[in-house]
């Protein structure tokens, strides 16, 4: 099983320089299972992965440890995003690999909420200030901010 590492209920955005990598969190008012579903169904995807809030142009997901998917917004054919699944544990967690990192996805209820921590582990320094320069924080934070907004357009 691949963790992650935990960290203050405020945060919602930690640059962790020691350890290399990017950690957010999110409550979303959906359950564990939705939320996985939000993940990794890629109509659902589509809907909410871009940081500029525009449908994915192409959104392929084989859900399954060595499965791959990519994500390509729509515009930027030069820009996919995409990896190979490592782990995945439907209504708990997600792992995969992308560009070099590590990528951990903990879907964790509370209440009748769900909390989301997302893990980008980076292999050193350097890669850390890579991804930072590339704004992998920020467009993640987005995201993540996207998929807040689209259970809350779900909801009413």
């Known amino acids: 099983m691949l963790t992650s590492t935990c960290f203050a209920s405020d945060d919602r955005l930690v640059i962790d320089r020691t350890a ?4 957010l969190q999110r ?3 959906a359950s564990p299972v939705q939320v996985f579903e939000a993940w990794t ?4 995807v589509s809907s909410w992965w871009d940081p500029a809030g525009l449908p994915l142009a192409v959104c ?3 859900l399954r440890p060595g499965g791959e998917f990519t994500f390509t917004p729509k515009g930027r054919p030069d820009m996919p995003f995409a990896g190979t699944y490592l782990e995945v544990v439907p209504g708990e967690r997600v792992a995969f690999e992308a560009y070099g990192a590590i990528g951990r996805v903990s879907i964790q ?6 909390q989301l921590l997302v893990e980008i ?3 050193s320094a350097e890669h850390l200030e890579q991804f930072m320069k590339l704004g992998v924080d920020e467009g993640t934070s987005q995201s ?3 998929l807040v907004a689209y259970f809350g357009a779900r909801a009413q």
Request: some cysteine.
């Open 20 to 23: 290399h990598c990017i950690r």
């Open 27 to 29: 409550v979303l008012d």
């Open 41 to 44: 169904t890629p109509e659902q």
């Open 60 to 62: 392929e997901i084989d």
């Open 109 to 114: 209820e509370k209440g009748v909420r769900t």
């Open 121 to 123: 582990q980076c292999r």
């Open 144 to 146: 993540l901010d996207n």
